[in-house]
């Protein structure tokens, strides 16, 4: 068992007994067995093979395949808790594992409370099914590309990459770039737009298409050396004249926008990886100045510095864990303009305090602490990428919440 303590604790926190039990299974895992192969990954810039096994192998690549499907149907706050305990030993494997579980989650549970004609759902239950069947039974791997280096991705313009309808399905042409599982994955939820008849796009027909990474016209192109989340290798992907079948549609035509405008707390998903990692650094902190990272017995606590930065770090973790966990709680479809609000604060919050506590930690633990024998110079560099994602990339966050305060309807 992970000698490690819960990031929230279920009694302190009130999770429920599924939060609990799926908590623990992944911080047991990532512990014992993530949080050591974390280092290769990071130095060769190699997807979490072995991870992802292990996940299949503890039904957690089905986490949030609704029961009725053979998953373990987990709801969105379910996710996010049991995502950041795996944040905490490999980065990587959980900002991947967000682009493989929301292409179950928006599918599922969040689609469940969207509206839809009865035929739409009927159709959207039996296609799900589909796709559900591909990760119960076989545990194959989706991805989630939908960066292509313009606004589209911010969510201020349509995606360029098309999905022309002919028969029998679609024709995706189009290239995404940092699509992480690239050449991994097993298939890849591209957001893509289908034409209007006089060739115009418009963000309204934004249609989820999964596309099987074997169908001809799919390559990977591009190097992958970054800064840091190495292991997500989020290479170019390109599409050429594609077909994809009509039944690979994760959703309806259309639905993909009601989402984005009406279940906003969608955006979110990426932070857990985040909190994993500054609830890792604050950890790895106190272990090494208190002597008890293994192979490092000397004890560092000398100085009145270290006490007041360690209890800075401890200060902002616990604001951006609280903000984080009412955040998440009240994720839901319309939510008002004071909670959407508090989800920008909480996703700013995440990014930057994870960043901020890993350079803290850094300058309070020494030089010897950033040599890559230790984690913490990774969980800086993997740290300083939370803020750029899109589309609640912290720069975006900041001018949505000023935005909506000083210009925002009161009343809504
Ligand atoms: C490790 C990693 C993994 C990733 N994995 C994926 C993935 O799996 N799938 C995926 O789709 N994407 C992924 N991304 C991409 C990510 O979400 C962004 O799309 C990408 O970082 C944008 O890079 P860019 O150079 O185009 O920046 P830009 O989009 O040019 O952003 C630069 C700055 O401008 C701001 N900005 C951008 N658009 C606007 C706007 N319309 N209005 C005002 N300000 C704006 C941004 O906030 C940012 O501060 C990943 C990124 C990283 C770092």
């Known amino acids: 068992m992970s000698p490690d303590s819960p990031i929230f604790d279920p009694a302190a926190f009130a999770?429920?007994?599924?939060?609990?039990?799926?908590?623990?299974?992944?911080?047991?895992?990532?512990?014992?067995?993530?949080?050591?192969?974390?280092a290769d990954y990071d130095r060769e810039a190699r997807f979490p093979t072995e991870n992802y096994a292990d996940l299949r192998d503890a039904g957690l690549l089905a986490l949030c395949v609704p029961a009725e499907y053979g998953g373990r149907g987990a709801n969105y706050r379910e996710y996010m808790l049991t995502a950041a305990e795996i944040g905490r030993y490999c980065g990587a494997t959980a900002l991947t594992f967000n682009m493989h579980v929301c292409s179950c989650l928006w599918s599922g549970a969040l689609a469940d409370t969207l509206d839809m004609s009865v035929a739409e759902r009927a159709d959207h239950h039996r296609r799900r099914a589909l796709h559900y069947a591909r990760i119960v039974d076989e545990g194959q791997?989706?991805?989630?590309?939908?960066?292509?280096?313009?606004?589209?991705?911010?969510?201020?313009?349509?995606?360029?990459?098309?999905?022309?309808?002919?028969?029998?399905?679609?024709?995706?042409?189009?290239?995404?770039?940092?699509?992480?599982?690239?050449?991994?994955?097993?298939?890849?939820?591209?957001?893509?737009?289908?034409?209007?008849?006089?060739?115009?796009?418009?963000?309204?027909?934004t249609l989820y298409l999964a596309v099987a990474a074997r169908a001809p016209g799919v390559s990977v192109s591009g190097d992958w050396d970054p800064l840091g989340?190495?292991?997500?290798?989020?290479?170019?992907?390109?599409?050429?004249?594609?077909?994809?079948?009509?039944?690979?549609?994760?959703?309806?035509?259309?639905?993909?926008?009601?989402?984005?405008?009406?279940?906003?707390?969608?955006?979110?998903?990426?932070?857990?990886?985040?909190?994993?990692?500054?609830?890792?650094?604050?950890?790895?902190?106190?272990?090494y100045l208190r002597?008890?990272?293994?192979?490092?017995?000397?004890?560092?606590?000398?100085?009145?510095?270290?006490?007041?930065?360690?209890?800075?770090?401890?200060?902002?973790?616990?604001?951006?864990?609280?903000?984080?966990?009412?955040?998440?709680?009240?994720?839901?479809?319309?939510?008002?303009?004071?909670?959407?609000?508090?989800?920008?604060?909480?996703?700013?919050?995440?990014?930057?305090?994870?960043?901020?506590?890993?350079?803290?930690?850094?300058?309070?633990?020494?030089?010897?602490s950033m040599l890559k024998t230790l984690p913490l110079e990774r969980l800086y560099r993997d740290s300083r990428c939370g803020a750029l994602m899109l589309p609640w990339s912290a720069d975006l966050c900041v001018e949505r919440i000023g935005e909506a305060a000083l210009y925002g309807d009161p009343a809504a």
């Open 291 to 368: 002597g008890e990272w293994p192979g490092y017995p000397q004890d560092r606590r000398e100085g009145a510095a270290k006490k007041v930065n360690v209890a800075q770090m401890r200060i902002a973790l616990e604001q951006m864990k609280c903000l984080w966990l009412q955040a998440v709680t009240e994720a839901r479809l319309d939510p008002s303009r004071e909670q959407l609000a508090r989800a920008h604060a909480a996703q700013y919050s995440v990014m930057e305090t994870a960043n901020e506590l890993a350079q803290l930690a850094i300058r309070t633990c020494g030089g010897q």
């Open 141 to 205: 791997i989706y991805a989630q590309p939908f960066s292509e280096g313009g606004a589209a991705a911010a969510g201020a313009v349509p995606f360029a990459t098309t999905a022309e309808i002919v028969d029998g399905g679609y024709v995706v042409r189009g290239k995404k770039i940092f699509a992480s599982l690239s050449g991994h994955a097993d298939y890849y939820g591209v957001l893509c737009t289908v034409p209007g008849s006089d060739g115009a796009l418009s963000r309204r027909n």
């Open 229 to 287: 989340m190495r292991g997500t290798v989020s290479r170019n992907l390109l599409f050429e004249d594609v077909f994809v079948p009509a039944d690979e549609a994760l959703m309806p035509a259309g639905i993909y926008y009601q989402a984005a405008m009406r279940w906003p707390h969608m955006f979110m998903t990426l932070t857990p990886a985040y909190v994993g990692l500054a609830q890792a650094a604050y950890d790895f902190t106190v272990k």
């Open 15 to 38: 999770l429920g007994d599924r939060e609990a039990a799926f908590t623990a299974r992944a911080r047991e895992l990532a512990a014992t067995r993530f949080a050591a192969r974390a």
